[in-house]
């Protein structure tokens, strides 16, 4: 598995400073796969060989959602589960 490479990025509008976007890289590489979670406001990268590379969130999402998008790596759950935006997060 390769090494996890954090990287967290928000897009943010710039009239009303509202958050569109928030992106978590967890693994450096390219994108073979994306997965949609909650609806359409979660997306998960993976690589070709099935690791997880990023999670994209587009609007609020259970925490919960996590666990689905990364069962097996407490660490990236804990990385996004910290730095995701209280506008981004439903408990």
Do not use: W
């Not at 009303?16 to 359409?40: D, H, M, P, S």
């Not at 997306?43 to 609007?59: Q, R, V």
Request: proline letters at 5%; aromatic letters at 8%; charged letters at 25%.
């Amino acid at each position: 598995m390769k090494k996890l490479h954090f990287k967290f990025s928000i897009e943010v509008e710039e009239k009303t400073g509202t958050i569109l976007a928030a992106y978590f890289q967890v693994r450096e590489g390219r994108a073979a796969k994306v997965k949609e979670f909650a609806e359409g406001n979660a997306f998960a990268n993976y690589s070709a060989t099935g690791e997880l590379l990023g999670i994209e969130i587009l609007g609020p999402c259970e925490i919960s959602v996590l666990d689905r998008i990364a069962p097996r790596e407490p660490k990236v759950r804990n990385f996004v589960r910290k730095s995701l935006p209280p506008a981004l997060a439903v408990n």
